[in-house]
């Protein structure tokens, strides 16, 4: 059972344009909402986190938008640069961030185009 | 540099065989974890320790799979009788609190020939 759905699978995005990735959860225990940004070769590098007491959080080109009736929440990255060129996971576990493990999406591998 | 260090970076092995990761966690972080990621997909939670307690294993893994972290520090991941299956790049993260995020090693890629 997958419970975290992730969505497109890939997507291409021009240069300075905005990149929009979905994620859908299932358990209603979750609190802790984290991206991650996967480069090839490494390990995955948290990007922003969220939790379910606010709907929108923002830093810096990284925006997260969360819908806690609809179960969703969503990455926007804005002036999309090549260098954002990545995978992209979303993620959520319960009791917080530490606390447990994280359960994640099944990623999407997000190209810029110059 | 002192992030998640992981150790070796990729291990090549026969099926049959047994091997052993390493993970270092980030200074005075009191929580490890190890996570299991095949190509194409997102890592998949194996286990966790607070300190040197193991306080949750994931059903991913079997009995053939086995962690420690005896002095709370570092900590070993052992795969035994290594299986095709078994070939995945195998994740370390670690944090410093329950409200704090995870942050993960560059992993060890498993290959079973």
């Known amino acids: 059972q997958q419970q975290v759905k992730q969505s497109p699978q890939s997507l291409i995005v021009q240069k300075g344009g905005i990149s929009i990735i979905n994620c859908a959860y299932e358990?209603?225990?979750?609190?802790?909402f984290p991206w991650y940004q996967q480069f090839p070769g490494k390990g995955p590098a948290l990007l922003i986190a969220i939790r379910p007491d606010v709907s929108e959080k923002k830093e810096g080109r990284f925006t997260i938008s969360f819908n806690k009736s609809a179960k969703q929440f969503s990455l926007h990255i804005m002036d999309s640069q090549p260098g954002d060129s990545a995978t992209y996971f979303c993620a959520a576990s319960i009791k917080g961030g530490g606390a447990d493990g994280l359960t994640f999406g099944k990623g999407t591998h997000l190209i810029i185009q110059p | 540099d002192t992030g998640v260090s992981q150790d070796p970076r990729h291990k090549i092995t026969k099926r049959g065989q047994n091997v052993t990761f390493r993970c270092d966690p980030i200074?005075?972080?009191?929580?490890l974890y190890w996570y299991r990621q095949t190509l194409g997909q997102g890592p998949e939670f194996l286990t966790y320790?607070?300190?040197?307690?193991?306080?949750?294993k994931s059903r991913l893994l079997s009995d053939r799979f086995s962690a420690e972290r005896p002095k709370g520090s570092f900590s070993t991941l052992e795969i035994q009788r290594t299986e095709q299956g078994d070939s995945a790049m195998y994740l370390c993260?670690?944090?410093?609190?329950?409200?704090?995020?995870?942050?993960f090693g560059d992993g060890t890629r498993l290959s079973i020939l």
């Open positions: 993260a670690s944090s410093s609190s329950s409200d704090q995020p995870q942050h």
């Open positions: 200074s005075e972080h009191n929580r």
């Open positions: 358990n209603t225990a979750f609190d802790y």
């Open positions: 320790f607070q300190n040197e307690a193991q306080l949750e």
